[in-house]
Structure formats: structure tokens, C-alpha cells
């Protein structure tokens, strides 16, 4: 017998770390009946949740430049998970720089 292949799911959001697991945490314990889920550890970075039947899904964060990357991994919590996801903000990346043209006076010695 083979083991569960546990799913990663990933996502970007503008809001910071600490209230993205506070939302995890509301939305997964007002879940119905079997895929309700409350926490077990939490941390700065992550929150363990356990629901119905002892099933474990976790939701962990890292910062972006003016936002956060999360993660959800479960065995049976992958639908709850993608549903969580998408109730976040999406994450607009920084614009990038502009490129100073060859030539600039800018970038010329002195």
C-alpha cells in the first residue's frame, strides 16, 4: 500500500504574513461539518490545523517585496485549501526599475 501523496498548493497575496494566518485560522474553523479544522501549533510563519478525523493541514507564509507567499498542504483538505486561496488579495508585484540606457549620463565616470 502506497502512502497519500500529500498536495502543495501555493498563492501571493498583498496581505502581510501574520493577517493571512489570522484568516486561515477563521476561515477554516467556520468551515461545515467534516472540513472544519481549528489550530493545533501555530507560529509566526505557519498554522498547523487539525479537523475531522485528525486530518492535518497546514498554512505557511513568506514575505514578498510588499506582500506574501502562501503555502496549504493537506492529505484531504485540498479543495478547502484552493477555496481559502482564492479569498485572498491578489499580490501586485513591485515595478521593476527602469533600465538606464547604454550611454547614460548617469552611469559615465567623472
Same mark, same amino acid.
Given at each position: 500500500?502506497t ?6 498548493? !501555493?498563492a501571493?497575496?498583498?496581505?502581510? %504574513?501574520?493577517?493571512?494566518?489570522a484568516r486561515?485560522? +477563521?476561515?477554516?474553523a ?9 489550530? !493545533?501549533k501555530? %507560529? ?8 475531522? %478525523?485528525? !486530518? ?15 503555502? %496549504?498542504?493537506?492529505?484531504?483538505f +485540498? ?24 550611454? +547614460? ?6
Amino acid at each position: 500500500m502506497t502512502a497519500p501523496v500529500r498536495t502543495l498548493q !501555493e498563492a501571493a497575496t498583498a496581505l502581510d %504574513g501574520a493577517a493571512v494566518l489570522a484568516r486561515a485560522v +477563521d476561515f477554516f474553523a467556520s468551515q461545515n461539518g467534516i472540513y472544519a479544522a481549528f489550530p !493545533e501549533k501555530e %507560529g509566526p510563519t505557519f498554522v498547523a490545523l487539525r479537523g475531522q %478525523g485528525n !486530518e492535518e493541514l497546514i498554512i505557511g507564509v513568506a514575505p514578498l517585496p510588499e506582500g506574501t507567499r502562501v503555502t %496549504g498542504s493537506s492529505y484531504l483538505f +485540498d479543495q478547502q485549501i484552493a477555496r481559502f486561496l482564492s479569498t485572498l488579495p491578489p499580490y501586485v508585484a513591485p515595478p521593476e526599475p527602469p533600465a538606464l540606457a547604454e550611454g +547614460d549620463a548617469s552611469t559615465a565616470a567623472p
